[in-house]
């Protein structure tokens, strides 16, 4: 059994243009990233820079140009079934309500349905919405949705959890409720997790380690950081805590410039 839940090996993913498909296009260039068992990880980098396009490998959703990708020492080969997958935008079927969207992963794995919804009742309770399970999305609050779309992933009990921007929609003091929220039930399963975030303060608060990519294209790790801040985590109070600024000021010394170059390249492609 490999110490490392997920390995991104010499990742080079290469795309036809838009515009004209003679044209290719480097998203992400030989690039290593490795997710140890039961860490958490955060990938920082500027709008644009391939983040997503590297959880999507790490997934099994897109196949890179070049490279090796390894879920506990084993070659990856299609859909990464060790891994569930938190997108930015929840996944959530609006015709289903809340403790349905949650049992429809185990439905999906042969689970029988009065054993999935037990299982689907128990994870809505564990993320604080017991009494909730039979309203649709559309009744339901943004952290609300979250929460759901949190215990959808969960409920399949992965042994890595991807997780892209969850919680940039979402206002400052519901967001800081999540992210207690997955820190809490992170230190319970110790699962390994690889999370995209554009905030480097949620980055630090939460991670054990942040990644630290350039802007694109050929987006590639310039910078990595332990995060020895102790556990368990507050993420608001923490980032009281003098080693916080430290950490904050040494990863934005390296990640500035590379966020200049992301904003000069949004306006271009915007003239």
């Known amino acids: ?8 090996l010499d990742i080079t993913c290469t795309f036809r243009a838009k515009d004209d498909a003679r044209q290719r296009y480097t998203a992400v260039a030989d690039t290593t990233l490795r997710v140890g068992a039961g860490e958490f990880v955060s990938v920082v980098g500027p709008t644009g820079c391939g983040k997503s396009t590297l959880l999507n490998v790490a997934a099994g959703l897109l196949a890179p140009s070049s490279g090796t990708v390894r879920v506990f020492g ?3 080969a299609g859909i990464n079934a060790r891994a569930g997958y938190m997108f930015q935008t929840e996944a959530l079927m609006p015709w289903r309500s809340a403790v349905d969207n949650v049992m429809v992963g185990l439905q999906y ?3 029988p349905e009065r054993e999935a919804r037990a299982q689907a009742e ?16 559309h009744q339901l609050s943004g952290g609300m949705r979250k929460r759901t779309a949190l215990a959808q992933t969960l409920a399949l009990d992965p042994d890595i959890i991807l ?18 929220e997955v820190l809490a039930l992170w230190a319970a399963r110790r699962k390994a997790v690889l999370f995209i975030t554009h905030d480097l303060d949620e980055a630090i608060a939460m991670s054990d380690r942040v990644v630290v990519l350039s802007a694109g294209p050929a987006t590639h790790p310039i910078g ?12 608001a109070e ?3 805590q003098p080693r916080f600024v430290e ?3 040494q990863i934005w010394d390296v990640l500035r410039e590379e966020v200049l170059k992301g904003y000069a390249q949004q306006l271009k492609k915007a003239a």
């Open 224 to 235: 990595e950081f332990v995060i020895d801040l102790p556990r368990p985590r507050d993420v």
């Open 247 to 249: 950490l904050h000021t």
């Open 122 to 137: 128990q994870w809505l309770a564990r993320v604080g919405l017991s009494g909730f399970g039979d309203r649709y999305p």
């Open 163 to 180: 997780m892209d921007e969850p919680f940039s929609a979402l206002d400052i003091q519901t967001r800081q409720l999540m992210e207690n």
């Open 1 to 8: 059994m490999s110490d490392h839940a997920l390995e991104l």
């Open 238 to 240: 923490v980032r009281m």
């Open 74 to 76: 084993q070659p990856l």
């Open 109 to 111: 794995r042969g689970v």
